[in-house]
């Protein structure tokens, strides 16, 4: 009998599915199923990349300042209150280690993003499931699943994979109303894409129970180098500064990061062809009669009749040298999320789920 066994929780765990990037056979494939910006970096954060070569031997900054106050600059935020993560699940993991554990309960949506569970059941704690209504995040569910035991409430905003958004003032009614030992976390990796939308960073100043996460993995175009940042109350900032690790960002994270968010032109650049694009894509879908939401994202969510037709569509357009992401992991098997890529991508996409749809007939 094995004696030497994990935490309670860690076998409950199903590890991550990321999304394809291979067609067995195929060399030349077009991935829209990680949500990455096609255009890649700027060019200034490339070049950034580049110089840290020659400080490899350093070690890193442990207070991230010179980004901390980039970030402030550019998302008018105060970078005292910032902390930096390898990519905002590290930060979720933070939130989790720091705010929940056995005996307690954290709350995420029906359609909400993996990492949510994941960390929770890592921290030892509970994830408990909440029902969204029509693919939108249901504020007041949260609210009737919250116990004593509750310490953190997960909402990605826009949502991943429903592309779809909560009004500020139902984030902000759920913020007033949850009870006074929980946490709401409001993660906007997506919020650079919903024009004019601060992903809660005002919410955040105006209250002691809110925090933002945000990242460099989608419109920065920096998934492969692992960065986000989280901005909250300082007392929350501190004791998530106390279990980061001094080191957990390399230079050369650092300094790429710093040089994407100042390159606002190319960020903007990257926000307006995504919005063309998406706009482009809803319309094309729905006249081939695929419904989708009202995407915020850098996303659409396609769905189909039933789970057979998703999934048939989805193994046909992998024949195409295409591949989008299957989100029956999600709870929506009859849905597929197709990420917006640069313009022959999306076009691509759009024609072959009309040739697969016509050979159904
Ligand atoms: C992609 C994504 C993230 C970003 O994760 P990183 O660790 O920063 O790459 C966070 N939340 C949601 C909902 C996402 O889709």
Not at 151 to 170: E, K, Q, S, Y
Not at 175 to 200: I, K, T
Not at 204 to 210: A, P, Q
Not at 290 to 313: H, I, K, M, P, Y
Request: proline share 5%; with cysteine; aromatic share 8%.
């Amino acid at each position: 009998m094995a004696r030497i066994i994990p935490q309670p929780g860690i076998l409950e765990i199903a590890p991550y599915v990321g999304g394809q990037s291979r067609i067995e056979g195929m060399a030349e494939v077009v991935k829209l199923s990680s949500n990455e910006n096609p255009f890649g970096p700027s060019d200034k954060a490339r070049a950034a990349f580049a110089r840290t070569v020659h400080t490899l031997h350093r070690y890193p900054s442990t207070d991230h300042a010179e980004l901390r106050a980039a970030i402030g600059e550019v998302h008018r935020v105060d970078p005292a209150r910032v902390i930096c993560g390898v990519g905002s699940d590290e930060i979720i993991s933070f939130l989790c280690y720091a705010y929940a554990g056995p005996g307690t309960e954290v709350i995420h949506t029906e359609h909400g993003f993996s990492m949510y569970r994941i960390s929770a059941l890592g921290a030892g704690a509970t994830p408990v499931e909440v029902p969204e209504k029509a693919r939108v995040v249901d504020v007041d569910a949260i609210l009737s699943a919250c116990t004593d035991r509750t310490r953190l409430v997960f909402i990605a905003n826009p949502g991943n994979p429903t592309g779809t958004m909560v009004p500020m003032h139902d984030i902000e009614r759920l913020a007033a109303s949850l009870p006074g030992q929980v946490l709401l976390v409001l993660d906007g990796a997506y919020a650079e894409y919903a024009e004019g939308f601060d992903g809660g960073a005002r919410l955040v100043e105006s209250r002691d129970n809110v925090v933002m996460t945000r990242t460099f993995s989608k419109l920065y175009g920096l998934g492969g180098l692992r960065i986000g940042w989280g901005y909250g109350p300082a007392p929350v900032i501190d004791v998530l500064n106390r279990i980061r690790g001094p080191f957990n960002l390399s230079q050369t994270q650092l300094e790429t990061a710093e040089a994407a968010v100042r390159d606002t032109d190319y960020a903007e650049r990257c926000r307006s062809e995504n919005a063309r694009l998406r706009a482009w894509m809803v319309e094309a879908l729905n006249r081939l009669g695929v419904a989708t939401d009202a995407s915020f994202a850098n996303f659409v969510l396609a769905r189909f009749a039933g789970q057979a037709q998703a999934e048939a569509c989805e193994a046909y357009l992998q024949t195409q040298g295409l591949i989008v992401r299957k989100v029956a992991g999600y709870k929506l098997p009859q849905a597929l999320r197709i990420t917006v890529g640069d313009e022959p991508s999306c076009r691509r996409v759009v024609h072959a789920i009309g040739q697969f749809l016509e050979g159904e007939e």
